[in-house]
């Protein structure tokens, strides 16, 4: 049996993008997250599109209570989450995550949360058409890891929002292919190298290098199952300095190599 689509007051929906998409409407009563699979962009809310938060691979995006668009980097971007009535949660969760005036969040944790996170929502997406879907478990779940690292990342308190960190990060998802270093990224927007790290840090709660790598990995995968390029050309495509360099970060983040990863998704063609 199906479930209607509105009979839950939930939508599950795996979206893959070409261009930007309004993914919440102000005043819908409604809240989101969505988890960015495949692809970078940046999240534009409010009625213009002068301030936004770049996101890359892994990365959660919490919306409520103004419109959200997203608008992919390289014009393609595979997303997967939910809406729900903001009904459904706790005056607290409401609160603390979609209070009004609060702006959506772009979250980015280490591996095992962003694991927790996709794996709640596979589950939800396959689950989701059977008549006895826990929707519910599967939303207040996913509330108390976001809510938990919402509160890791803002150290506590409000999230701290900085607009040149924010621009920071558009700038890195439209350039990670270039020969990024955090010297030349600090120059670039007039700050010091060691504030702009700390800086960084603080508000996103990754190195800038961190977040740098995780987008070239990202499109380095996408080479390694759509071309036949050289594993040192991938490299070198991606943005990475050395081969050995780009297969240390490859395994760290992927957990297997280049070559066995294609092998994989390309059916032994290396």
């Known amino acids: 049996m199906k479930r209607e689509p509105d009979s839950a007051g939930m939508q599950v929906q795996r979206l893959r993008l070409a261009g930007p998409v309004c993914l919440l409407r102000a005043g819908s009563g409604e809240g ?23 996101a890359g691979p892994g990365a959660v995006l919490v919306l409520g209570r103004t419109d959200c668009v997203f608008e992919p980097a390289d014009g393609r971007a595979v997303l997967l989450g939910c809406r729900f009535p ?22 980015m944790g280490e591996a095992a949360w962003c694991k927790q ?9 396959g689950d989701w058409e059977n008549a006895d879907c826990p929707y519910r478990l599967y939303l207040s779940l996913l509330i108390h890891y976001i809510d938990r690292q919402a509160d890791a990342q803002s150290g506590g308190g409000s999230r701290p ?27 670039r927007f007039y700050l010091s190298p060691y504030y702009l790290s700390r800086l960084f840090r603080r508000v ?9 790598n995780v987008r070239r990995i990202e499109a380095a995968r996408h080479l390694l199952e759509t071309t036949d ?28 190599s280049p070559v066995q990863y294609r092998a994989v998704h390309r059916g032994g063609k290396s």
């Open 32 to 54: 989101g997250l969505y988890m960015l699979l495949e692809g970078s962009g940046i999240l534009h809310w409010g009625q213009g599109t002068d301030s936004g938060l770049g």
């Open 86 to 107: 903001l009904e459904m949660l706790s005056e607290a969760q409401k609160g603390r995550l979609f209070g009004s005036g609060k702006p959506p969040l772009v979250l």
């Open 117 to 125: 996170i996709n794996t709640l929502l596979e589950l939800l997406a």
């Open 161 to 187: 929002r900085n607009e040149t960190v924010d621009k920071i990060c558009a700038y890195l998802i439209a350039n990670y292919n270039q020969k990024l270093t955090l010297g030349g990224v600090a120059a």
């Open 204 to 212: 996103t709660g990754q190195s800038i290098v961190d977040f740098i």
């Open 229 to 256: 390029l050289r594993i040192s050309a991938v490299a070198e495509e991606t943005g990475f300095s050395t081969t050995a360099h780009f297969r240390r970060v490859f395994r760290e983040q992927v957990g297997v």
